[in-house]
């Protein structure tokens, strides 16, 4: 679930937040429409804003917080890349590969199919793979991009999709073992026992 | 081609601006993907940034014109969003369907994996009507996060998924109405033109 991003944001951010799960009647009702028209989560306001989408929010956080990005526009410029390459480059062609195994094909096109979806994905993890090198980061320090970048690649974790890519999973646990993401799992584990 | 979204931006902006056009064997090599790790078009730089994701592009071409954003941090992050719901909870539902009808499969499973595509695109495309009622933009005035959505909503025109949702083609011909847009559609012509 999504909230995990923006946690981990606000967490690395070190700004303090409250979290109000909501359940699928909640996200049907005409108030949460208006907060977030397509009935998803998360949604974020403050004092100053109010939105949604969780690449938004990333962003508008990291404009408050150097924990999330550099404050010259050079550097925020490639925060905001790495951002959207994470969505948009990265994330559907692993949301096809990951669906695509979800429905449990069984046949001789299937396995073709799934063959060119494993590729796609394999060409794009293998540049970003290029693009780091031996760096720890994609940049010379952690930004939001990383963080965004991490939540993806973790949900290739299962598909074995990056199994063939040691320095990405490197670089996905080197994130992953910051103190920030690790308040941020467990305050989202908490809130769903809390719920369950 | 995505060219035209940062076209189109530049242009709102009224920010003077020189397109180069590569061929695949550029976008294949090493100083290239130096700029653009994954080989895609368009890349953009100036003389404080360096950047790739038309996203991005059209997020930093925000910051520096009003043309395309509200100055202040509440109205950023409504453009924000919006580039963001175009880009992520819209054209992958677009592009999945679009996809599919490009494989052109014949059979009684394609037949109703395109119905469940349609559907949940419709869905998308509802909520995004009902948010936008009667109004002429998203917000209350024309910004980047209309130019997105309009780019994105014109790749559905071949395939019909417009036709039922009337107030939304009518909100992507308002938007394509505009000057820039035209400027921006010219020159990409131009430059095809040229090359061809």
Not at 107 to 127: D, F
Request: charged fraction near 30%; glycine fraction near 4%; aromatic fraction near 10%.
């Amino acid at each position: 679930v999504k909230d995990l991003r923006v946690r981990w944001a606000l967490e690395e951010a070190g700004f303090p937040y409250e979290a109000t799960l909501i359940d699928a009647q909640d996200q049907l009702s005409d108030s949460y429409r208006r907060w977030q028209p397509f009935g998803q989560v998360p949604a974020y306001r403050d004092d100053e804003v109010e939105m949604f989408e969780s690449g938004a929010i990333i962003l508008y956080l990291a404009t408050k917080s150097e924990a999330l990005a550099p404050k010259d526009a050079a550097g925020r410029a490639r925060v905001s890349t790495w951002v959207m390459a994470a969505l948009n480059s990265i994330e559907p062609h692993a949301q096809n590969l990951i669906r695509f195994d979800d429905a449990h094909l069984d046949s001789s096109w299937a396995t073709e199919r799934r063959t060119q979806l494993a590729t796609k994905l394999a060409n794009r993890l293998a540049a970003l793979s290029d693009w780091l090198g031996d760096g720890d980061f994609l940049e010379e320090r952690f930004t939001a991009g990383d963080l965004i970048m991490t939540t993806v690649l973790r949900e290739l974790v299962d598909c074995g999709a990056l199994a063939q890519f040691a320095k990405l999973d490197e670089y996905r646990r080197r994130c992953e073992a910051r103190p920030a993401f690790h308040r941020a799992l467990e305050a989202q584990m908490e809130a769903f026992r809390e719920t369950a």
